[in-house]
């Protein structure tokens, strides 16, 4: 069997999940020389020269803008709001 024959083999196998014993089995393929080309053609995968990157935008969060509200209950606790959109919740929250 030739180069080309054994490379189609070693994809094939690849996409299968079939162990290489279970393979060559299947396909009557000696075991230790499905090994070696394994082995021979898996070093001949071309590896890329830079991995693929995605560009990412980040933005940094808005910087508080300090107190914009606090809010007192009877029972002493005090809720600081100084997120715009906290503060925009309240009404809703409180049933305003």
Do not use: C
């Not at 999940?17 to 394994?38: I, P």
């Not at 910087?63 to 715009?84: C, D, H, M, R």
């Amino acid at each position: 069997m030739n180069q080309q024959k054994w490379q189609s083999h070693v994809s094939a196998y690849e996409k299968s999940s079939q162990s290489k014993r279970a393979y060559t089995h299947k396909h009557n393929l000696s075991y230790s020389k499905f090994l070696y080309w394994h082995r021979k053609l898996s070093d001949q995968t071309p590896v890329p020269d830079a991995p693929d990157f995605v560009p990412v935008d980040i933005k940094s969060p808005a910087a508080p803008t300090g107190n914009l509200g606090v809010l007192e209950f009877p029972n002493g606790i005090k809720l600081v709001i100084n997120s715009p959109a906290l503060l925009a919740e309240i009404p809703g929250l409180m049933g305003l």
